[in-house]
């Protein structure tokens, strides 16, 4: 078990699977969103959780005031899970689960609505140019002033951004390091001056 640390839900505890994923530490949950809130970037936030697992992470910005939340999980055990966590929470008129692999629910377009805010906690084992292809795919998912978070290994090479996500921090946690990048969106889909 593990809990949601604030919000409409603080202090709920949520179940994780027995085996296959790796939950986000309290400590480092708590350091991303103590981030996130003092950027504004929760609140009526459409979210997209990939390699979602228990969904601890969506969950916490539903629990913060997130507008809706997308959660991409593979794993039929992870998958189960995460939909009794959305079910015991009674947030299922405002999270999706789509059981299925991250790169082709992208490269398929993602979710229907652009998503404001992406978390991408993926294997620490995945190959790298699995992660690249990955963030690469994400490029028609993202609103115009989207943030990317990624939770890595400090042992694993810093990710390869696509040119239209720029790198703005980068922190570590013990053995787990968030990467943050923001959507460079081009001028070519800039709006047009009224």
Same mark, same amino acid.
Request: aromatic share 6%; no cysteine.
């Given at each position: 078990m593990t809990r949601i640390i604030a919000g409409t839900f603080g202090g709920r505890r949520i179940a994780v699977p027995? &085996?296959?994923?790796? /939950? $986000?530490?309290?400590?480092?949950r708590e350091a991303l969103f103590s981030r996130l809130d003092h950027s504004n970037l929760l609140r009526g936030a459409h979210v997209l959780d990939l390699f979602a697992g228990s969904g601890g992470l969506g969950l916490e910005a539903l629990s913060r005031g997130a507008a809706?939340? $997308?959660f991409v999980e593979a794993n039929s055990s992870a998958a189960r899970v995460l939909q009794s966590n959305i079910r015991e929470l009674g947030v299922g008129t405002s999270a $999706?689960?789509?059981?299925?692999?991250?790169?082709? +629910?992208?490269?398929?377009?993602?979710?229907? $609505? &652009?998503?404001?805010?992406?978390?991408?906690?993926? /294997? +620490?084992?995945i190959p790298r140019g699995e992660m690249a292809d990955m963030l690469a795919a994400l490029k /028609?998912?993202?609103?115009?002033?989207?943030?990317v978070v990624v939770e890595w290994s400090t042992r694993a090479p810093l990710p390869d951004w696509p040119h239209f996500l720029v790198p703005v921090a980068r922190k570590? +946690?013990?053995?787990?390091?968030l990467h943050y990048a923001e959507f460079d969106k081009p001028a070519e889909f800039d709006e047009p001056a009224e």
């Open positions: 027995p &085996k296959g994923t790796r /939950p $986000t530490s309290d400590r480092v809706e939340a $997308t $999706t689960l789509v059981r299925e692999r991250v790169q082709p +629910y992208l490269q398929r377009g993602g979710p229907s $609505t &652009k998503a404001d805010l992406v978390f991408a906690d993926p /294997p +620490y084992d /028609p998912a993202l609103a115009s002033a989207a943030v570590e +946690y013990g053995e787990t390091v």
